[in-house]
């Protein structure tokens, strides 16, 4: 049997709610649902196989190098693994709420262990958000069950309080189902803890989209030098930083000259 073809699931205890499929050589997490939350290809297990998690990387457009980053959700781990293993002077901690997450995100989906620049907690992210602790240079938010966005990780509060945890000069980096029916409301609330600027970004497949919010003004963006940083980290990271920069210019308002990074809404936006 060719391994690489072999499609199988695995439970990880007492129910389906978390288990493991796997197919061409790609591992996927699935939460609660038949929907993948998370995919790693074995053969290239630090790099980002979904398009998602790739864009939402674009924040380094804007934060090219982010010291302190708080994720909320960990899943497969697959965000986490990039930024550990190719961001090397970023310190990362991860807030997990699911402990059997985290465990087959170590057995599994290689996962590193704790050290000096990676933690990883179980919690509710929500609460870890609203404590006192380090600011942030960046607040990266992936907190979807089986069904949908979890209500915790999407109230106005849990905006305003990512907000106030970041540092000067950092960004909420946020996935969204796009087709969502309360999408609009989520990225209103989004906007509203964030009016200095907002930019969404439509992952390569229809369906997700990333939600950028700044803590403060990001001043003008011509489309010449972003496009050259896109080239720049594109080089660095081997992702596709030009593409990135597309999109924003598709579903953002824009000029010929630059995109607009004032305050925003969502009447303003085009369809992804």
């Known amino acids: ?22 197919r061409f050589g790609v591992r996927s997490l699935h939460i609660g649902s038949d929907t993948i939350q998370s995919s ?12 998602y998690t790739r864009s939402m990387m674009a924040f380094l457009l804007f934060n090219e190098s982010p010291r302190q980053i708080l994720m909320i959700g960990l899943g497969g781990g697959s965000l986490a693994k990039f930024i550990y293993h190719r961001m090397p002077e970023a310190r990362l901690e991860v807030i997990e709420v699911n402990p059997r997450v985290l465990a087959i995100a170590r057995s599994s ?12 907690r179980l919690g509710d992210g929500a609460d870890w958000v609203a404590r006192p602790g380090p600011a942030a240079d960046a607040i990266v938010v992936d907190g979807y069950d089986g069904a949908s966005q979890v209500a915790e990780l999407s109230t106005p509060l849990f905006y305003q309080a990512c907000r106030a945890r970041l540092a000067a000069g ?9 087709n969502d029916r309360r999408f609009d ?22 369906g997700n989209v990333i939600v950028f919010g700044f803590r403060d003004s990001p001043g003008s963006a011509q ?15 081997g992702l596709e930083f030009g593409r990135f920069v597309r999109g924003l210019n598709r579903m ?14 969502v009447e303003g936006r085009e369809n992804a």
């Open 1 to 22: 049997m060719n391994f690489a073809r072999w499609l199988w699931r695995k439970t990880t205890g007492g129910d389906d709610e978390v288990y493991i499929t796997e």
């Open 40 to 51: 790693m290809r074995l053969l290239r297990p630090n790099d980002l196989e979904l398009a």
């Open 109 to 120: 989906f290689f996962v590193p262990p704790d050290d000096e620049r990676f933690t990883v």
């Open 170 to 178: 950092g960004m909420l980096v946020v996935n969204l189902w796009g």
């Open 185 to 206: 409301e989520f990225l209103r609330r989004i906007e509203s803890a964030f009016p200095a600027a907002t930019l969404c970004l439509p992952a390569e497949k229809p």
């Open 223 to 237: 489309w010449e030098p972003l496009s050259q940083k896109a080239g720049d980290l594109e080089t660095r990271y």
């Open 252 to 265: 953002n308002r824009s000029s010929k000259e630059c995109l607009f990074m004032g305050p925003a809404t």
